[in-house]
C-alpha cells in the first residue's frame, strides 16, 4: 500500500489532539469532524478539543488483519465513550494481558505510530487508548 | 412512478474458486443464461462490482462488460455502494424501465476475490470503512462485527451456542443449492471450535471469500409481449427502496442498522405491503451478528431476541418468513459486489417456482434487503408473484 504523505498531514490535527467538531445548532459533537452536523445538518460548528479520557463500549482482538499490519497481529480495536459523549473508533495499546479487558473500563488516549508504509517512508501517527493506569 | 417491471430473467454461476475465469467471463456466463429466459436483447447494462478497481486494476467496468456481451454503444454503467452494490444495481436498472427511459434492462453483479490472499482482500475490503480515521487504523470490517457481537452478547444475554444456530441453518440451506459455494452441512460445536477472526467472532461465522457472477434481465410490459419468454411467469418489482449512513456507524450504537429499518419500512411502504405478507426473505448476512441485527431491524424479532427465536425453531424453510433459503452469505457466498443481484435472482426464482433448491413455504410475496456490515448503504426489493 502507498500512503501519500498528503492524506495523514490533511487530518493531522484532528486526529493527533482529537479535536471534533460541536455543532451551535443542536450542541451536539462528533468525531470526526465534517463541514455539515451529521445530526442536525446545521454548518453551524466550532472546534472543539475532545476528552481525552473515556469508557471502553465495546473492544475486539483482531487475528485476520490487513496485509500492512501483519507485524501488529493481533490488533486490539475498541469503541470508546469519551467523557463528553463523543464516540471513537480506535486501536488499543500498552495491553499485556487481552483477557483483562472489560467493557466500561476507564481508558485514556495516547499518542502513538499508527503504521509505516514502507514504500514512500512515511509513518502515521495517530492517537490509541490504553487502560488508565490502576484501572487494571 | 409509471410503469410496472419485471424480473423477465435470471443467471447465476456456482460461487467459488474460480481461477480460470476473470470478470468478463463469468458477467458472460451469468448474463448469457439471463437473457436466454426472455429472448429479448437489453437495452442497457447496469453492473454492479466492488473491488475491480482495486484488485484487478479495472475503471469502466461497465463499458468492457458491455462490448464484450454484444451490447456495444448501449448505455452501461457501473454502481457501487459497498456490499450492497447489486440490490442498488437492480434498483437502478428498476428506475430505468420504471421511467420508461428503457424497455429493458439487464443487471449484472460480479466479483473477482480469490486471486490474490485473503490479507489484500482484507486491506481492499477495509475501503468500505473510513479511510483516514479507521481503515489507516488497521480497523478493517470484521473487527467491526466483533464490536457489534461483542456488545450484544453482554447487552442482551446471548451465547455463543444461540447465536451459532444461524451458521448452521445456512449451511443446512446451501447444502441443496447447486450455486452455493459451501454445500457441507456443519455443527454448533465446529462454529465454537473454529479459528477466531476477530474475537468473538470465529471464520465459520463470516461469509467466505468468493468469484461468481449473477444476472437479471428487467423489463417492462411491451418488452416481455414482444420477446419469446421459456415459460415461467414473469415477478413483479413492486418497491424499492435504499438509504445511507455514516461509515461504520459511528452515530449509532453498536447494536442498531437504521437504515436497514428505514429502507426495508419505504420499500415495503411503496409495495402496499405488510411485513407479516413476506413468505420469503434473502437477508444480509456477511457476519452471524449482521444476521442478527438485520432481523430485528426488520422487525422480525425483538431487540436481542432473534438469536433465541432462531433457536426455537423461526424462519427455518416453511416458516413466514423463510429466510435464506439460498444459504445466505454465510454458504451460498459472497462475492461482495455482485451478492445483491444473487439475491434478487434467487427470490424471483422462489416467487416463480423453480428455485433449485430448499423451497420458501410461501412465495406470493418475498423480499431483497442488502446492506452492509455497519448498513453504511442497504437496498431493499420488494418482489410479487404475477
Known sequence: MEISPAQPWRTRISRYRLVGHKCKSCGRTHYPPQPVCPYCGSSELEEVQLPRRGTLISYTIVYSVPEQYRSHSPLVVARVRLDDGT?????LTDIADPSSLKTGMRVEAVFRRIVEDGRYGIIVYGVKFRPVLGSV | MSRRVFVAGVGLT????NYAKGLVDLAAEAARKAVEEPGLTP?????????????DKQSLLASKIASSLGLRYRYAVRVEAGQASGAHAVIT???????????????VGVEKMTDYPSATVTASLSTTLDSEYQAMYGLTPASYAGLQMRYYMEKYGVSRDELSEWPVLMHANAAENPYAQFRRPITKESVAKSQVVADPIRVLDTSPVG???????LAAEEALREAQPRGTDPVEIVGVAGASDAVATMLSELDRLPSVALAFRAALRRARVDSKEIGVAEIHDEYTITAMLVIEEMGYADRGKAAKLLAEGRFRPGDKPTLNPSGGLKARGHPVGATGVYQ???VA???????PGVKAGDTEVGVVVSSTPQAASTAVIVLRRT
Do not use: W
Open chain 1, 87 to 91: 464516540v471513537v473508533d480506535a486501536p
Open chain 2, 14 to 17: 456456482r460461487v467459488g474458486r
Open chain 2, 43 to 55: 437495452q442497457a447494462l447496469i453492473v454492479s462490482n466492488l473491488l475491480g478497481q482495486l484488485l
Open chain 2, 93 to 107: 436498472g428498476y428506475t430505468l424501465v420504471a421511467s420508461g427511459l428503457y424497455d429493458s434492462v439487464l443487471v
Open chain 2, 211 to 217: 468469484d461468481g457472477a449473477a444476472a437479471v434481465v
Open chain 2, 344 to 346: 434478487t435472482a434467487e
Open chain 2, 349 to 355: 426464482m422462489q416467487l416463480r417456482g423453480d428455485f
